[in-house]
């Protein structure tokens, strides 16, 4: 099934293109409906490919689909391995579900066929960045994501919070990529080529010490735009503001994903850059503390759940940084079912509550929708960290492997012990408010169940959420055993014996329960608490980084392009074109006064003209 591979990217790509030209003559709901299959078609094929690497039949094999850019080593080439497989799995698999869920969402949207065509690029970007083999197409799949992330975020155009929104990720991205592009730069200029084989074959040869961290820093930098890490974080939340299927794929299955994914696949260089790690590891735990504590305070439900997903990607970051990558890629692969539930179920409410997404204005759910109440427990409880849903395995995995570290290290450990309290507690908070207590909605709302094309997807993410988790625990490691082929080279955490996890993995539960029982008792009273005081306004206002930016960054660069724009554009960029202008005209006017019209003036000129040039030619030839 190798061979066809490629069809996991071509097909998401034609119903993009199909959709995009032909879309308003198939109409609603057959435009969706062919959008939806292309995807399932993708995750079919993609199913026994990577079922091949579980029974030991698969290999690692690169499949050469043609020539591009042979010179630098950038052919369109698919690197089929482990880490491919999973990635592939999650977007297809994830994607197909909110795909279908969409379908009953976008119901009635004018824009119905456009929204699915860029649904679908979305994907097909996604899959080109997680299959290249090299940095080169990696870089363009890179680029498509941040493409179809402005076109979804800003879909409701009309909305100036959507449109600002979208150029916002756009934005903020291009800065991130600004530092994935120079490394690539420093890899060709070490190395020749961008394929990934030679690179990471040779790369412990090759590097020194300071070139690796120069790269991997750079690189971490692209990976921070994408996966939302401080300093860049800022765009994510404001993403919410596109339909909240959007938000799922997002924040669950695709763009955020990337970055984690990127520094797993250069493990090789990162691992020859220690202070890379360090500084990645500080980053990421540092990125969960603040994202924690700005979602504790959030009326919107959308919102929490979206500084919960930068908390979460503080966690893989965290993992990817202490060299910890299967854990990295295990949380990637959980957090991708529960927030993909816990977005979907989100959306359900809002689809219920008649747009109303202020959890102040919710409660008492629990009887109206008991198909969405039910699932979005499950994805509470599992990012939560609640033994033994999928969140509890892959969570402590990663504060396990912080700890083995040892040294300084065991204060990242307990910054994300305390991340894993808050955690608890704004998502028993936000149940609460949502599902629980007594009714707080208007008169004129009736909320009830969504239909089966969004309760569906619920369900069976739902059941993911539960069971994911046990494919990598301490007795039965068949996670790590089956990536380990995409880590050839890369060493284990050491000092990780069974007595030590489960007592880690002991702390932490009683951790999660005690924030669970935090959350349970502030908020489970009919009437809400007041939430007053300095940390809980500045907590709402997410600690004005905004603010911050827009005046120490964004305010003085739109004073310098208002500058440019008044002063350098017509000065001296008008001014030159002019002056060109002016020049041509007067050398033109000067010339044109020896057009006089009269034939005797012409001939004569003409005479004199061979005259002078019979002299030139004896004078040249020594006729003389």
Same mark, same amino acid.
Not at 298 to 321: N, R
Not at 489 to 494: A, D, L, M
Not at 518 to 524: C, I, M, P, S, T
Not at 536 to 563: H, M, N, Q
């Given at each position: 099934?190798?061979?066809?591979?490629?069809?996991?990217?071509?097909?998401?790509?034609?119903?993009?293109?199909?959709?995009?030209?032909?879309?308003?003559?198939?109409?609603?709901?057959? /435009?969706?409906?062919?959008?939806?299959?292309?995807?399932?078609?993708?995750?079919?094929?993609?199913?026994?490919?990577?079922?091949?690497?579980?029974?030991?039949?698969?290999?690692?094999?690169?499949?050469?689909?043609?020539?591009?850019?042979?010179?630098?080593?950038?052919?369109?080439?698919?690197?089929?391995?482990?880490?491919?497989?999973?990635?592939?799995?999650?977007?297809?698999?994830?994607?197909?579900?909110?795909?279908?869920?969409?379908?009953?969402?976008?119901?009635?949207?004018?824009?119905?066929?456009?929204?699915?065509?860029?649904?679908?690029?979305?994907?097909?970007?996604?899959?080109?960045?997680?299959?290249?083999?090299?940095?080169?197409?990696?870089?363009?799949?890179?680029?498509?994501?941040?493409?179809?992330?402005?076109?979804?975020?800003?879909?409701?155009?009309?909305?100036?919070?959507?449109?600002?929104?979208?150029?916002?990720?756009?934005? @903020?991205?291009?800065?991130?990529?600004?530092?994935?592009?120079?490394?690539?730069?420093?890899?060709?200029?070490?190395?020749?080529?961008?394929?990934?084989?030679?690179?990471?074959?040779?790369?412990?040869?090759?590097?020194?010490?300071?070139?690796?961290?120069?790269?991997?820093?750079?690189?971490?930098?692209?990976?921070?735009?994408?996966?939302?890490?401080?300093?860049?974080?800022?765009?994510?939340?404001?993403?919410?503001?596109?339909?909240?299927?959007?938000? /799922?794929?997002?924040?669950?299955?695709?763009?955020?994903?990337?970055?984690?994914?990127?520094?797993?696949?250069?493990?090789?260089?990162?691992?020859?850059?220690?202070?890379?790690?360090?500084?990645?590891?500080?980053?990421?735990?540092?990125?969960?503390?603040?994202?924690?504590?700005?979602?504790?305070?959030?009326?919107?439900?959308?919102? @929490?759940?979206?500084?919960?997903?930068?908390?979460?990607?503080?966690?893989?970051?965290?993992?990817?940084?202490?060299?910890?990558?299967?854990?990295?890629?295990?949380?990637?692969?959980?957090?991708?079912?529960?927030?993909?539930?816990?977005?979907?179920?989100?959306?359900?409410?809002?689809?219920?509550?008649?747009?109303?997404?202020?959890?102040?204005?919710?409660?008492?759910?629990?009887?109206?929708?008991?198909?969405?109440?039910?699932?979005?427990?499950?994805?509470?409880?599992?990012?939560?960290?609640?033994?033994?849903?999928?969140?509890?395995?892959?969570?402590?995995?990663?504060?396990?492997?912080?700890?083995?570290?040892?040294?300084?290290?065991?204060?990242?450990?307990?910054?994300?012990?305390?991340?894993?309290?808050?955690?608890?507690?704004?998502?028993?908070?936000?149940?609460?408010?949502?599902?629980?207590?007594?009714?707080?909605?208007?008169?004129?709302?009736?909320?009830?169940?969504?239909?089966?094309?969004?309760?569906?997807?619920?369900?069976?993410?739902?059941?993911?959420?539960?069971?994911?988790?046990?494919?990598?625990?301490?007795?039965?490691?068949?996670?790590?055993?089956?990536?380990?082929?995409?880590?050839?080279?890369?060493?284990?955490?050491?000092?990780?014996?069974?007595?030590?996890?489960?007592?880690?993995?002991?702390?932490?539960?009683?951790?999660?329960?005690?924030?669970?029982?935090?959350?349970?008792?502030?908020?489970?009273?009919?009437?809400?608490?007041?939430?007053?005081?300095?940390?809980?306004?500045?907590?709402?206002?997410?600690?004005?980084?905004?603010?911050?930016?827009?005046?120490?960054? @964004?305010?003085?660069?739109?004073?310098?392009?208002?500058?440019?724009?008044?002063?350098?554009?017509?000065?001296?960029?008008?001014?030159?074109?002019?002056?060109?202008?002016?020049?041509?005209?007067?050398?033109?006017?000067?010339?044109?006064?020896?057009?006089?019209?009269?034939?005797?003036?012409?001939?004569?000129?003409?005479?004199?003209?061979?005259?002078?040039?019979?002299?030139?030619?004896?004078?040249?030839?020594?006729?003389?």
């Amino acid at each position: 099934m190798t061979d066809l591979l490629w069809l996991v990217i071509a097909l998401p790509l034609l119903g993009a293109v199909v959709n995009l030209f032909f879309g308003k003559r198939l109409g609603e709901p057959v /435009a969706g409906g062919l959008s939806v299959g292309v995807v399932v078609a993708s995750w079919a094929i993609a199913v026994p490919a990577t079922l091949s690497f579980v029974t030991g039949s698969g290999q690692v094999e690169t499949i050469y689909l043609f020539s591009w850019i042979p010179v630098v080593g950038a052919d369109a080439a698919i690197l089929w391995d482990p880490l491919s497989a999973v990635m592939t799995m999650i977007v297809t698999g994830v994607g197909a579900l909110i795909h279908i869920y969409s379908l009953g969402y976008m119901r009635g949207d004018e824009r119905y066929p456009r929204f699915f065509a860029f649904l679908n690029l979305f994907i097909a970007s996604m899959m080109i960045l997680v299959l290249s083999a090299n940095f080169a197409m990696m870089f363009v799949g890179w680029e498509l994501v941040g493409l179809s992330s402005y076109l979804l975020i800003s879909f409701w155009f009309t909305k100036p919070e959507a449109a600002a929104a979208g150029k916002k990720a756009f934005i @903020v991205n291009r800065i991130g990529d600004w530092g994935f592009l120079v490394a690539l730069m420093i890899i060709f200029a070490t190395f020749g080529t961008f394929d990934f084989g030679t690179i990471f074959t040779t790369a412990p040869g090759i590097l020194t010490v300071g070139a690796a961290t120069a790269i991997t820093l750079l690189l971490f930098v692209g990976a921070a735009g994408k996966s939302a890490q401080i300093p860049l974080y800022i765009w994510l939340p404001d993403a919410m503001e596109g339909p909240t299927p959007v938000s /799922a794929l997002i924040h669950a299955a695709t763009m955020v994903t990337a970055g984690v994914f990127m520094i797993a696949r250069a493990a090789v260089l990162f691992e020859l850059a220690p202070v890379s790690g360090a500084v990645i590891a500080v980053v990421g735990t540092l990125t969960a503390l603040v994202a924690a504590l700005i979602a504790v305070s959030q009326t919107d439900i959308k919102k @929490v759940l979206a500084y919960s997903t930068i908390s979460q990607l503080g966690f893989m970051v965290l993992a990817v940084g202490v060299g910890a990558y299967t854990a990295g890629v295990f949380h990637l692969a959980t957090h991708a079912f529960f927030k993909a539930l816990l977005f979907l179920g989100a959306g359900s409410v809002i689809h219920a509550m008649a747009g109303e997404q202020d959890m102040r204005k919710m409660g008492g759910l629990r009887k109206m929708m008991p198909v969405t109440f039910i699932t979005m427990a499950i994805g509470w409880l599992a990012i939560s960290g609640i033994f033994p849903f999928a969140g509890f395995w892959s969570k402590d995995e990663i504060l396990a492997a912080t700890f083995a570290k040892g040294g300084a290290f065991i204060v990242l450990w307990a910054v994300g012990l305390f991340v894993a309290l808050l955690t608890a507690f704004y998502m028993t908070r936000m149940f609460v408010m949502t599902f629980l207590g007594r009714p707080r909605w208007d008169g004129g709302t009736h909320p009830h169940e969504s239909p089966a094309t969004m309760t569906v997807p619920l369900i069976v993410l739902g059941f993911f959420s539960v069971s994911a988790g046990l494919v990598n625990t301490p007795a039965r490691l068949a996670f790590e055993h089956f990536l380990e082929p995409s880590f050839v080279g890369v060493p284990h955490i050491k000092g990780l014996t069974l007595g030590l996890i489960v007592t880690l993995a002991v702390v932490s539960l009683v951790v999660a329960l005690a924030g669970v029982t935090w959350g349970w008792l502030a908020y489970r009273r009919d009437e809400l608490p007041a939430e007053d005081g300095a940390f809980w306004r500045r907590s709402l206002e997410a600690f004005a980084v905004d603010d911050f930016y827009g005046r120490v960054i @964004v305010a003085p660069g739109k004073r310098v392009s208002t500058w440019a724009a008044e002063t350098m554009d017509p000065r001296v960029i008008d001014g030159a074109a002019h002056g060109v202008a002016r020049g041509v005209l007067r050398f033109g006017s000067v010339l044109g006064k020896l057009q006089t019209g009269q034939v005797r003036g012409y001939a004569g000129g003409m005479a004199v003209a061979g005259v002078i040039l019979i002299f030139v030619f004896l004078a040249v030839g020594g006729g003389f």
